[in-house]
C-alpha cells in the first residue's frame, strides 16, 4: 500500500500538485491541480498542467480522479483542462455546498450558479472509501481552513492540502469565511493520529525563516514532535490564541478574489457575458 508520489511545485502560488499512482496497475490520481493566471492581465495559460500532463504520459499512467483537497484561495485548479485531456472524475468534499452558497452570495453569481456541489463530478462524504487502481484510498473531512476541507489517505500518505504545513511553518490560517481555529486544530488531531510514519504532503510551502529549500513532505512523527503551532503538549486552547492573533495579521492572498470565483466552479470559468467576454468580480468594501 505504498503509492508513488511525484511532486509539482507552482513557485508563483507556492502551490504543489501531487500525482499520486498505483505502480502495479499505473492507475492514478492528480491533487490540487494549477491553473496560471496572471492577475495584471487577466490571461490563463495551462504550463503547469502541460508538465504535469506530460509527466503522466511519459509514466503511461491512467487518471482516475482529480482531488481538491478545499475550494483553494491561492490559485486557480485547471482540473477541467486535465479532466478534458486525460480523463478522471473531479472530486472534492461534500461541505463544498456551504463555501458555494457563502461565495456564491459574495459574488452575486448568475441565477443559473448551482450550489448543490454539481460543478464537481463526485461529492465525497467524510470516511468515503475509493480506489486508485489497487490502492486503498479515504477521505477525511478536515475543516477549520475552510468548511470544505478534505485530506486523502491514500496507502502510507495523507495529502492534507492546507490544513497543516511543514513543521518549522506551522498551521493554516482561519480567518476566511467559514474558517475556524478550533476545528482546525481538531482536524490536525485527526490527522495525527494517523499511524507514525505515515508520509504527509501537504499544499504549500514558503520556506519558513531559516530555511534554504522548499520542502513539502513530512510524517505524522515529525508534526507530532516539531510542528511550531500544534506539535504534542499544545492544547486547543493556546491553538487557538495563537492562531487567532496571528490571523489578524496577516494580509489578503493575492489571488483570493479571482481563485474562489473559478474554484467554486470546479475550475470552470464564469460564463461569458452577452459580450463573449468572461468576467472575475471584485467586491468593494465587502471582504
Known amino acids: 500500500m505504498q503509492p508513488a508520489v511525484e511532486a509539482f511545485f507552482d513557485g508563483a502560488t507556492n502551490t504543489i500538485t501531487y500525482v499520486v499512482s498505483d505502480p502495479a496497475s499505473k492507475r492514478a490520481a492528480i491533487v490540487d491541480p494549477v491553473l496560471d493566471f496572471d492577475l495584471a492581465s487577466g490571461r ?20 482516475d480522479w482529480l482531488l481538491e483537497s478545499h475550494v483553494h484561495a491561492d490559485h486557480l485548479s485547471s482540473a477541467p483542462y486535465l479532466e478534458a485531456t486525460l480523463g478522471g472524475r473531479t472530486a472534492i468534499g461534500e461541505h463544498v455546498t456551504t463555501v458555494q452558497q457563502t461565495f456564491g452570495k459574495l459574488f452575486h453569481a448568475e441565477a443559473e450558479f448551482r450550489t ?4 464537481f463530478d463526485h461529492l465525497f462524504r467524510d470516511e468515503e472509501v475509493f480506489a486508485i487502481g489497487d490502492l486503498e484510498a479515504k477521505v477525511l473531512h478536515t475543516p477549520g481552513h475552510t468548511p470544505a476541507c478534505a485530506a486523502y489517505v491514500v496507502g502510507d500518505c495523507a495529502f492534507v492540502g492546507d490544513t497543516l504545513f511543514m513543521p518549522d511553518f506551522g498551521s493554516a490560517r482561519c480567518d476566511f469565511p467559514g474558517g475556524d481555529a478550533r476545528q482546525l486544530y481538531r482536524s ?12 504527509l504532503f501537504v499544499g504549500h510551502d514558503y520556506k519558513a525563516p531559516g530555511r534554504n529549500d522548499y520542502a513539502w513532505e513530512t510524517t505524522v512523527a515529525d ?9 504534542d503538549g499544545i492544547d486547543e486552547e493556546a491553538f487557538v490564541k495563537m492562531r487567532t492573533e496571528r ?21 470552470q470559468l464564469p460564463p461569458p457575458e452577452a459580450n463573449g467576454v468572461r468576467y472575475l468580480k471584485l467586491p468593494i468594501d465587502a471582504v
Open 247 to 267: 490571523d489578524a495579521t496577516l494580509g489578503m492572498p493575492r489571488l483570493l478574489l479571482p481563485a474562489v470565483q473559478v474554484n467554486m466552479r470546479a475550475g
Open 116 to 119: 448543490d456541489g454539481s460543478q
Open 223 to 231: 508534526q507530532r514532535a516539531q510542528n511550531v503551532h500544534v506539535k
Open 188 to 199: 490536525i488531531r485527526r490527522l495525527l493520529a494517523l499511524p507514525a510514519s505515515t508520509r
Open 44 to 63: 490563463t495559460s495551462t504550463k503547469s498542467a502541460d508538465t504535469v500532463i506530460a509527466f503522466v504520459r511519459e509514466r503511461g499512467l491512467s487518471i
